[in-house]
C-alpha cells in the first residue's frame, strides 16, 4: 500500500462522517444548467458531489485511492436511491479509462505528496470537445486545520491554470479566479474559507 493510499484508509476509516453530504457549493453553481453527460468525479471521499451530480441525471463515475471512502460514496448512493460507479485509483500511478463531459476535482489537495498537476493534465485529456473542466482548490488552509500554519503553499488559480499546459486553442476560459466566503467550522469555529476556482471547457471540434 502506497503512503498515498494509507493516508486516505486511515481518514475514511472508523464511523464518523467527516463531510456534510452536501455537495460543494461551487460545484452546483457551475453544472446546474449544463445538460447532463458522462461526469468523472475525482478525489471523491464520502460522495457528496458525486451523488448529487446523479440526481441531476449525470451518469457519474467516482474516483478515490480510498477503498473506504468509496464504500462511503456507495452507501449514500444508495440511500439517495442513484447509481454512482466507484472506481479506486492511485491518480500517480493510473486513472480511470473514459471520456467524460464533466470532469470535476473538488479540493484535490493532500497532505501526502502525490504528483497532482500530472493527475490534473491527464484529468483535462479525458474531457471531450464540449465539455468542462472544473477545480475548485483551498486557496489557504482553513483556520482550524492541523495545516493551517505549517507554511503549506496552496497554488493561485494562474498557476493551477497554468500547470495544465493547455492549449490555448483548443480550450476556452471559463472561469480563474478566488472568491472567499464565511463559513462555520468543527467546534462551531468561524472563519474565511478561500476558494480558487478554474473552470476550464475543451472547444468543440
Same mark, same amino acid.
Request: aromatic share 8%; net charge negative.
Given at each position: ?39 468523472? !468525479? ?47 485509483? !492511485? ?58 500554519? !505549517? ?55
Amino acid at each position: 500500500m502506497s503512503a498515498l493510499s494509507e493516508h486516505w484508509e486511515g481518514h475514511y476509516s472508523g464511523t464518523g462522517r467527516h463531510w456534510t453530504g452536501r455537495p460543494n457549493p461551487l460545484l452546483v453553481s457551475t453544472v446546474s444548467d449544463l445538460p447532463p453527460g458522462r461526469a468523472l !468525479d475525482l478525489g471523491c471521499g464520502e460522495g457528496g458531489d458525486a451523488v448529487w451530480l446523479a440526481r441531476q441525471g449525470w451518469d457519474v463515475t467516482a474516483v478515490d485511492v480510498s477503498a473506504n471512502a468509496l464504500e462511503r460514496t456507495r452507501a449514500l448512493a444508495s440511500s439517495a436511491g442513484v447509481l454512482v460507479r466507484t472506481s479506486r485509483h !492511485d491518480l500517480s500511478s493510473s486513472f480511470p479509462a473514459g471520456e467524460f463531459e464533466l470532469v470535476s476535482a473538488q479540493y484535490f489537495h493532500s497532505p501526502v505528496e502525490f504528483p497532482r498537476e500530472a493527475a490534473l493534465r491527464r484529468a483535462a485529456s479525458a474531457v471531450v470537445p464540449g465539455g468542462l473542466l472544473l477545480i475548485v482548490d483551498h486557496g489557504a488552509a482553513p483556520p482550524w486545520s492541523p495545516y493551517a500554519h !505549517d507554511g503549506t503553499y496552496f497554488p493561485t488559480p494562474a498557476e493551477t491554470l497554468a500547470a495544465l499546459a493547455l492549449d490555448p486553442a483548443a480550450w476556452s476560459v471559463e472561469r480563474v479566479e478566488a472568491l472567499e466566503r464565511e463559513t462555520t467550522g468543527p467546534g462551531g469555529m468561524t472563519g474565511t474559507l478561500v476558494d480558487n476556482i478554474i473552470a476550464v471547457m475543451r472547444n468543440p471540434e
